[in-house]
């Protein structure tokens, strides 16, 4: 199988896998507890958040231990609202559900949201985020990169407007870290969430960056762990697989970027070439792995499994939500009608796929979209659409 799908999750690497067993079998002490077995564990715990630290240029201490990028990210809303006084936040209207879900529940509780628009590229506007600041703005919270289309957001710039506005800035870099250089102090970063089955680490793990001084409420309550913010037994052997990839990624990121990226740009190139085709998101400020693509005239969920048919996996969004019938949230913020969105197809490549892998897509993908169109039900309901608006703006003189 060629799998392309690494945005939804990545395979475990095997180094990774050497350095966790130990941890499911001889060395299973609980590290709260102060015989030596106990104290293995802690050690090989506090390497991990070292070194998970040493990959975003934060502070140990400032690592505190999730069960991933969801979890990470309630912490950051829910915890830092609740410590305010302030009752206003600021995001995006392209966040993942786990934070556009938060935001919800927080408005249901008292809170007021702005949800910034972006540009058909999925960019937020760094003005937009200043306007949008109040006397009672709590928090700003802007992903990194886009887990659909791949867009990096001007993070650096929005940290900068939160930091001279006193306002705390999460960001949401489940995407990111790991592929591309994530510095919390350069740009200016009070929370970060981040997620180890996304770097080729196990599932069921994940970290919350809080810069030392952040106010946050804790949301899990019982025997005080991770510094009183996240009670319960830590998944010892998880979190030794987390810093084992932390560490893979921060030696192997530079060299992986740029030979994804040329992948990248091949698989694109070629998938342009087929007719009535787009990509979605910027096209150079942009995830090195990500190449998010649209068909007219098609379902995606259709070329998804004819392609898994041909042995290669792929996406057609956010895999948290991909049973969901609804059109994604994402494309249609950036301007896509809904009969459009559904003829997407995202390829999110990693550290397994080659050349060959590339060649293989591009030489079944043209094929499969010609069937699907020869038979499709929408091609002559997006002709008429478009020949009406056509129409539609001659008459109103609209060039």
């Known amino acids: 199988m060629i799998y392309m799908d690494h945005a939804a999750t990545t ?3 095997e180094r990774v896998v050497k350095a966790m067993l130990p941890y499911l079998s001889e060395k299973y002490g609980n590290p709260s507890s102060l015989y030596g077995l106990a104290q293995e564990a802690r050690k090989a715990m506090e390497d991990a958040r070292a070194k998970i630290a040493g990959l975003i240029n934060a502070k140990p201490e400032e690592i505190i231990f999730t069960s991933g990028g969801t979890e990470s990210d309630n912490l950051a809303l829910k915890g830092v609202a609740l410590a305010s006084k302030k009752k206003h936040i600021i995001t995006s209207s392209i966040e993942h559900h786990a934070v556009l879900k938060t935001c919800e529940w927080l408005e249901k509780h008292g809170f007021k949201v702005t949800y910034l628009p972006v540009d058909r590229y999925g960019l937020v506007k760094v003005e937009d985020v200043e306007k949008a600041i109040t006397k009672d703005t709590a928090l700003i919270s802007i992903m990194h990169a886009n887990n659909e289309i791949g867009t990096i957001e001007p993070v650096e710039e929005v940290g900068k407007i939160a930091e001279e506005h006193e306002i705390y800035f999460h960001t949401d870099a489940v995407q990111s870290v790991g592929k591309i250089p994530v510095d919390v102090e350069k740009m200016n970063i009070n929370l970060l969430s981040i997620s180890s089955h996304k770097i080729y680490g196990p599932k069921g793990v994940g970290a919350l960056y809080i810069r030392r001084g952040t106010r946050i409420e804790a949301l899990q309550h019982g025997g005080g762990h991770e510094r009183k913010l996240r009670s319960g037994t830590e998944n010892v052997s998880g979190i030794v697989g987390f810093g084992k990839a932390a560490e893979i990624a921060r030696q ?11 992948l990248r740009d091949r698989l694109i190139e070629g998938a342009l070439k087929i007719e009535n085709s787009w990509l979605n998101g910027h096209p150079t400020k942009r995830l090195p792995n990500n190449a998010h693509l649209c068909f007219k005239f098609i379902e995606g969920e259709s070329l998804i499994l004819e ?9 057609t969004g956010s895999a948290c939500s991909s049973r969901s019938l609804e059109p994604s949230h994402v ?4 301007g896509l009608r809904p009969e459009e969105t559904h003829g997407s197809l995202r390829f999110t490549l990693g550290r397994s796929n080659t050349d060959k892998d590339v060649e293989q897509v591009l030489s079944v993908l043209p094929g499969i979209v010609e069937r699907f169109r020869a038979i499709s039900p929408f091609k002559k309901d997006f002709r008429e659409y478009e020949s009406a608006l056509l129409k539609e703006h001659h008459s109103s003189g609209v060039d």
């Open 11 to 13: 395979p475990v690497d």
């Open 307 to 315: 392609l898994d048919f041909n042995g290669i996996a792929a996406g």
């Open 331 to 334: 494309l249609t913020a950036i």
């Open 252 to 262: 192997e990121m530079l060299s992986e970027t740029e030979r994804l990226s040329k």
